[in-house]
């Protein structure tokens, strides 16, 4: 998340692609508010027109946006980098204290609303991100691709693994009982979320909701290469001044619409086929091709596509509304989970659990569209979000202008 830049005109392109971005940040993390306690669809036996949306959220949305988030935390970066230098400026600390300032965001997130923050990761992976600052472009992208092949690596190797131990005798039936297990403690833990969630006080979802995150924090830590890998390949793009000046990089644009479309859509439909047909440990693993290889594919794609259509009059007109929604970015996103807390939660509203697929899609549609009228109404009085004024605010150790002139 990056700061709203002064000239707005200039990063118009930057703060449109993030608040597409978080519009479909919204739409995936409202599933872990209505069905709670699991991955997206994972043991679910509704409707077959419900299981059609979970995957349609899987192959659009999942590991898609929070990717692209991420790259373009990393545009933002090289992007104040290169201000920086140009003004004569000391970064580091100031970078720093912009990350520990994202850090207790992150905390009071999580503690307050939400264990499903991805702000605290961001500020950790962050103080890595200051290690390449000076990096070349090339030594960027050799990191990029490490980063995301090793994984990618792992988890095919895990999948095949698993796979043949179902054919072996003396396996086989050990990877079924686990089949068996993994389903029923999902199923129990899923019930348990949802009976938490709904039907809780504050303090007992406080309780369970720390609790939680102490469970899964090493499984967030699995997101650590990918996030690294495209804050990495944004700042590549931030050096290479691709967003900055487009019409310089028109043809790599059009090369990565295409190729990031096409692979993305297809290795996306692949994970969705293996997560629906697969036993239940491989079913898991193969979800993991999501996050480690579609999801960079088509967020890229995804970008790219919107990057050339807002080259058009008509297109960025209509993306306007996106840009003003990312400019208050980390507050929206705040705003979100406080939102999707007072509606599914026991001191709220008592919905988790309780809507269908396509209500939880609706849901998020509303909460999206009062969000781009809120930042649009808000903007034209000042001149930052208010969590986009506080964290200002920190990173520069003084009280920022608010209000327009």
Known sequence: MVDPADNVKRFDIVDMLRGFALSGILFINITAFYAPGGPPGFGFDGSTFDRLVIYALILFVESKFFTLFSFLFGVGFSIQFLRTQQSGKEFVRRFARRLLALALFGIAHIVLLWEGDILLLYALVGFILLLFRNASTRTLLKWVLALLIVPLMLVAVSL?????????????AQVRQGDAEILIQVTRSRAEAVRNLSGGTYGSILKQRIASYGET??????????VLAMFLLGMWAGKKGILQHVGDHLPLLRRVRFWGLILGLLTSLLTIVGYAWLPPISSLITLFFNQTLAGPLLSLGYAAT????????????TFKPLATFGRMSLTNYLVQSLVCAVTFSGYGFGLAGKVAPIV????????????????????QCFRFGPMEWFWRSITYLKLQLMRQP
């Open 160 to 172: 095949a693994i698993t796979q043949a131990a179902r054919t072996i005798s003396a396996t086989s």
């Open 360 to 379: 939880g899609v609706f849901i998020a549609s509303i909460i999206f569209s009062a969000q781009i009228l809120f930042s649009k109404l808000w903007l």
């Open 306 to 317: 919107l990057v050339l259509l807002a080259q058009r009059p008509f297109w960025r007109r």
């Open 217 to 226: 924090f090493f499984l967030l830590l699995s997101r650590v290469p990918l």
